[in-house]
């Protein structure tokens, strides 16, 4: 059974940085496609940065120049490095794991950015 949590998530003050991880079990970690979504209050989920199994690298327009998403398949954990934090960051930031076809996330981890 695939298990995906998240952790690393707080309170920070703009311009501040987070770096958030993604643990999952059950699962061939190099064989996956792994994202970093987020949704605020009153708003859609809307991807924040991916990495595809090939290899492949996409960023939100937003994310970019500011966060990088990385991998360790030998841990198992993605990560996602978040600098330059402003308060439109703020937002519960999940991570999606793909694996033949089928789609597993965790339950969130709250990211809060202060003016």
């Known amino acids: 059974q695939v298990h995906v949590v998240e952790s690393g998530g707080g309170s920070v003050q703009a311009g501040g940085s987070l770096k958030l991880s993604c643990a999952a079990s059950?699962?061939?970690?190099?064989?996956?496609?792994v994202g970093w979504y987020r949704q605020a209050p009153g708003k859609q989920r809307e991807l924040v940065a991916s990495f595809t199994n090939g290899g492949n690298i996409n960023y939100a327009d937003f994310a970019k120049g500011r966060f990088t998403i990385s991998r360790d398949n030998a841990g198992n954990t993605a990560y996602l490095e978040m600098n330059s934090l402003m308060p439109e960051d703020t937002a519960i930031y999940y991570c999606n794991v793909v694996q033949y076809r089928s789609s597993y996330w965790g339950q969130g981890t709250q990211v809060s950015v202060s003016s």
């Open positions: 059950g699962t061939i970690f190099s064989r996956t496609s």
